[in-house]
């Protein structure tokens, strides 16, 4: 079985873009590496034969960051199967009021905010290898 | 060549960065880009984010059509510059990482914020001058 693939979008303009790109990278390195891994969403999307083969028909989960759902989107474009969708805007609703950072950095309210987030990413990543295996 | 000063009018020029997800050197350009954009030369470096651009985001391919647009890829498949190539037209300047940085570099497997060195925040430093100078060069010939 293939490892899931987790695919935040990384989108450089806001917070929302560095705490999708953190909880992803924390649920490939640190949560679950054995399960999922990183996809470089840009080769995804420029269709990169290695990585849509990496992609095609296999199980996703795309993190992103606005309502966007860019790498939902990308992800599903290039055959993905897309299990799962995540948005960081969603846990930053949780925690109104808190400043997560910029783009350029995480404030300690906003690791927390990506720890949660990735926590959530974690718990599907073992729902889904659970049911595959 | 383009006045910079305060008051001048100075043409944007977008910058967008891979900033791939399983390299170390994804990393560097986002950092590197967001440095452009905020401190070194505000206003004048525009970002565009490579995933909105490619999921079809409509102000992001206008601009990089209708101004100049510098890519800034890690390594050599180039996934930024080609996106702008199939979207919206050239790229009028490009970077990739693996011409001046080593490789065993780029490709580490350390891309989280928080396991960054000084070392990782100096290459991204070096990056961002690599970046103005280009956005000078194509100012100074606007």
């Given at each position: 079985?293939?490892?899931?693939?987790?695919?935040?979008?990384?989108?450089?303009?806001?917070?929302?873009?560095?705490?999708?790109?953190?909880?992803?990278?924390?649920?490939?390195?640190?949560?679950?590496?054995?399960?999922?891994?990183?996809?470089?969403?840009?080769?995804?999307?420029?269709?990169?034969?290695?990585?849509?083969?990496?992609?095609?028909?296999?199980?996703?989960?795309?993190?992103?960051?606005?309502?966007?759902?860019?790498?939902?989107?990308?992800?599903?474009?290039?055959?993905?199967?897309?299990?799962?969708?995540?948005?960081?805007?969603?846990?930053?609703?949780?925690?109104?009021?808190?400043d997560a950072g910029t783009g350029t950095f995480l404030t300690d309210a906003g690791w927390n905010m990506s720890g949660e987030l990735a926590e959530q990413v974690s718990e599907k990543v073992k729902?889904?290898?659970?049911?595959?295996? | 060549?383009?006045?910079?000063?305060?008051?001048?009018?100075?043409?944007?020029?977008?910058?967008?960065?891979?900033?791939?997800?399983?390299?170390?050197?994804?990393?560097?350009?986002?950092?590197?880009?967001?440095?452009?954009?905020?401190?070194?030369?505000?206003?004048?470096?525009?970002?565009?984010?490579?995933?909105?651009?490619?999921?079809?985001?409509?102000?992001?391919?206008?601009?990089?059509?209708?101004?100049?647009?510098?890519?800034?890829?890690?390594?050599?498949?180039?996934?930024?510059?080609?996106?702008?190539?199939?979207?919206?037209?050239?790229v009028r300047e490009f970077i990739i990482l693996t011409d001046f940085l080593e490789r065993d570099v780029i490709f580490s497997k350390t891309v989280s914020m928080k396991e960054l060195t000084k070392?990782?925040?100096?290459?991204?430093?070096?990056?961002?001058?690599?970046?103005?100078?280009?956005?000078?060069?194509?100012?100074?010939?606007?």
């Amino acid at each position: 079985m293939s490892k899931i693939k987790v695919v935040p979008c990384s989108g450089i303009g806001k917070v929302f873009g560095l705490l999708s790109r953190e909880a992803g990278l924390k649920v490939t390195k640190e949560l679950c590496p054995e399960l999922c891994e990183a996809v470089c969403l840009a080769r995804v999307m420029t269709v990169d034969d290695d990585a849509k083969e990496s992609i095609e028909g296999k199980t996703c989960i795309a993190v992103d960051g606005c309502p966007k759902m860019c790498a939902a989107k990308t992800l599903e474009a290039a055959g993905g199967v897309v299990k799962a969708k995540f948005r960081a805007v969603d846990t930053m609703r949780l925690h109104r009021g808190e400043d997560a950072g910029t783009g350029t950095f995480l404030t300690d309210a906003g690791w927390n905010m990506s720890g949660e987030l990735a926590e959530q990413v974690s718990e599907k990543v073992k729902e889904l290898a659970k049911e595959e295996a | 060549m383009a006045d910079t000063g305060i008051g001048a009018v100075r043409m944007q020029i977008g910058v967008i960065s891979c900033s791939g997800e399983e390299i170390l050197g994804g990393t560097l350009t986002r950092m590197a880009t967001r440095k452009v954009m905020e401190e070194l030369r505000p206003g004048q470096a525009i970002s565009l984010c490579l995933p909105l651009f490619i999921a079809g985001g409509e102000e992001e391919r206008n601009f990089a059509r209708d101004y100049p647009v510098i890519s800034v890829d890690a390594c050599e498949r180039n996934c930024a510059k080609k996106s702008i190539e199939k979207y919206s037209g050239q790229v009028r300047e490009f970077i990739i990482l693996t011409d001046f940085l080593e490789r065993d570099v780029i490709f580490s497997k350390t891309v989280s914020m928080k396991e960054l060195t000084k070392e990782h925040y100096r290459m991204a430093d070096k990056i961002a001058e690599e970046i103005c100078k280009k956005i000078d060069a194509i100012a100074a010939g606007q």
